[in-house]
């Protein structure tokens, strides 16, 4: 059952190490377009104009105290939970770099070029797909083992020093940056909490799929 995953699977076209400065042309494509389905995902949910992601909303709350933009904030969010590493004895790499850049590109496309439904049921339709693909995007760029981005490497370092599942620990990472960020003034919507509940199980599916249909090691 793709719910009590708890590791990230090895497959012929993982790296062996994060930090790998010279990974496989299969390792270098699949890290990419994972990270191109998880700002897709992403972008989608923020054109689906019924909430945002959790971090997000952190974000928002963060921004009504400080006379800093919601993209600074983010920005020094990254900074503080990759310095939260330490603690989890995680290693980052070049997928770390790349998921900043690659999500924050798909996004701005998505904005740019995507038109919100206009009726409720395909809005909700619509963050229901665009959670999906991010859980789906995390799993592959995950499996590929180039470096996590600064939530996921969070999220696989909690899992290691607590051996809960992979969705458990992402739903309850979600859940409570959407907890403080309300607190602290964030907007929180229907697409919110679609995606702090639904990541984690997302995450899993994606890891459990791409694990199944590839060569393992």
Known sequence: MFLTIKNIPKVSWSSKEPLNLKPKLST???LCFGLTLFGIGEGLLLVSYIGASPWSVLAQGISNYLD????TITFCISLFVIILWVFLSQKPGIGTILNVIIIAVMIDICLNNVTTPESFELKIFLAIFAVIITGIGSGIYLI???GPGP????MTGLQKKTNFPIAFVRAFLEI???TIGWYLGGTVGLGTILFAFGIGPCVAFGLFIVGKISTKK
């Open 176 to 178: 409570s940056v959407v």
């Open 68 to 71: 800093l933009s919601i993209g």
């Open 144 to 146: 590929a083992n180039l």
């Open 151 to 154: 939530r996921d490497g969070l």
């Open 28 to 30: 270098f494509f699949f």
